[in-house]
């Protein structure tokens, strides 16, 4: 049996819906169910149902074999896993936001859910940045002034539109991607093979 860690909530709805053209129906609705584990006897898959900074975990110590999480996630976790699928789903940017009157060499202090990606990614650019970690609603703080930008998914861009802030430079693009443990990736060869070729079959 595969098991696969799904990044609840947003990711997953998507996901799912392609899992499911793909021939891979889940014994229970995924979105609605208690449960953190089920198996699909007939595809020979076990789902395992996590919290999406956790699936990197799980894949990377072979807790799952496989996992389904936003690129996001895997540029702040840097985990040492493969990737094997982009599929396409949950697409929007990480981007630089701020005040429209200010730009990025003004900044010193920068709101975020990915602090290990963004300290990196101002040492990079030889700026020294105070990072400061936010768990959510990351727009709020240039607006009271804890920080002088974000860096923050941009999906629509109503949420920046709707706070007076605007885009200072897109830095990557995320979609939701599939994962494998590396030795996993090995040894069981032909189940990922088969499953990942069902998967491209449908995007
Ligand atoms: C995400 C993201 C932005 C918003 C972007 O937040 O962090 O705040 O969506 O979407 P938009 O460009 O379509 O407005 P989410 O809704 O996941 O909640 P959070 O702020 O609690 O992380």
Redesign the pocket.
Known sequence: MLTIAMAKG?VMKAAVALMEQAGYLPPENLEKTRKLILNDEKNQIRYLLAKPVDVPTYVERGAADLGVVGKDVLLEANSDVHELLDLGTGRCQLSIAGPPDRDINQVRRVGT?YPNYTSAYFLRRNQQVETIYLN????LAPLIGLADCIV?????????EENGLVTWLSLEDISTRLIANRGSYQLRAEEIDRFTKRMRAVL
């Open positions: 947003r859910k959510g609603s990351v727009e923050d998914l941009v999906e629509t861009g109503r949420t920046l």
